[in-house]
């Protein structure tokens, strides 16, 4: 068992990553973050400066050169999942990498293939919703037969209204797979977690309601898909771009016996506001706000199994399935078709 701290080297310093390095630096007890990487050098001074990190890269490969590291941690945009993956397994470092593993089926299997060569290396991917303390809870019962067999499944995954300029600005000049690779992706890995099934067919419609910017994209501002699963189990998913009142991110598990539900309503605190408005719950700004617990829990559990020597349960096998659904509703959506998902 290895004594010393697990030293980490972060690819990625933006809204997610500069959260993981903070966490990595602070709130993980046997872990150091010992690198931090970015295209953008200001990032990575001020991370070296604000968190005390000793190397700084502008090049994810010269990072990959440094051997006082144990581990790399991906955190960079959904297109350099796969190939950053590789390369770290390849240098032998454990890896964590964020969601989704990677934007087309091909390059996810090929990650799968290299994560399988590497045995002894911990390899995680970022579905934080299975360690957040309700989700988790939620599995128990299932687990316990509180609700009977689970038959459907509906999830809502919704930015808010707030963020809509700055994603059109981004998703102008970068490629996230699109509404459904993107947002719903940590909800069809809760489907699968919960049905305990695969998905097996897909139909998934969107539009642009407020933004004609999301036309010109090809991507939709809202959508809807409708996915049924190998043991007859359905499954509901509405993803969108423009939530009014935040960031709502909710979950019903619906069963012979009984029915779950997780976030119905999106409230930030324990605070009702009672005036002239009628009664007011303040709901969360972001996915920072509302998986705070889920994102340190993730990291912790990384850093455990590298110090145990054991691999997390979430796999790459679900970061494959998820994509190959994802990437079935992206079809759908596009060409109106009913789809098969990929065996
Ligand atoms: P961002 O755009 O805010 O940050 C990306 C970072 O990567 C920036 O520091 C950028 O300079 C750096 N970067 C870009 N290209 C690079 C390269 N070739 N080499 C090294 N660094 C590079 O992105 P954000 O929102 O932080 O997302 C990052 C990843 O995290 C995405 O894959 C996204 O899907 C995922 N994510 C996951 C969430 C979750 O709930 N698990 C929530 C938000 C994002």
Not at 107 to 123: A, G, L
Not at 138 to 155: D, H, M, S, V, Y
Not at 271 to 285: A, M, S
């Amino acid at each position: 068992m290895q004594k010393r701290k697990v030293k980490v080297g972060i690819v990625g310093l933006g809204r997610l990553g500069y959260q993981h390095a903070e966490n990595l630096s602070f709130r993980i007890p046997f872990c150091e973050l010992t690198a931090v990487c970015s295209i953008n050098e200001k990032e990575v001074k001020k991370a070296q400066e604000n968190l005390e990190v000793p190397y700084g890269y502008t090049d994810y490969d010269e990072m990959l050169t440094n051997k006082e590291l144990d581990a790399i941690f991906i955190a960079s945009p959904s297109g350099f999942h796969c190939e950053q993956i590789i390369k770290a397994l390849r240098e032998g470092f454990h890896v964590f990498s964020e969601k989704p593993l990677g934007l087309y089926i091909e390059e996810t299997q090929k990650v799968e293939k290299v994560v399988m060569e590497h045995p002894d290396q911990t390899f995680m991917l970022g579905f934080m919703r299975r360690y957040d303390r309700s989700y988790a809870l939620a599995k128990k019962k299932i687990e316990e037969g509180a609700i009977g067999q689970p038959t459907l499944i509906r999830c809502y995954g919704i930015d808010p209204t707030k963020q809509l300029d700055g994603f059109i600005k981004f998703a102008t000049k970068n490629y996230s797979g699109g509404l459904f690779l993107d947002m719903s992706i940590h909800d069809f890995d809760l489907a699968r977690w919960y049905l305990s099934a695969e998905a097996k067919e897909v139909w998934a419609v969107g539009g642009s309601y407020s933004r004609t910017e999301f036309n010109e994209l090809n991507d939709a501002e809202t959508g809807a898909a409708m996915i049924r699963f190998d043991n007859q189990a359905i499954g509901i998913f509405v993803a969108g771009r423009n939530c009014a009142h935040g960031y709502h991110v909710e979950t019903e598990i619906i069963g012979t016996k009984g029915t779950l539900r997780i976030g119905t309503v999106p409230e930030s605190d324990q605070i009702v506001l009672f005036n002239d408005n009628g009664v007011i719950n303040e709901c969360f700004d972001g996915f920072i706000s509302r998986f705070e617990q889920a994102y340190l829990s993730e990291v912790e559990e990384f850093v455990n199994c590298i110090i145990e020597g054991r691999q997390p349960a979430v796999s790459v096998r679900d970061g494959v399935e998820s994509t190959k659904i994802g990437y079935a509703c992206k079809e759908s959506f596009e060409n109106g078709q009913l789809v098969h998902v990929q065996n």
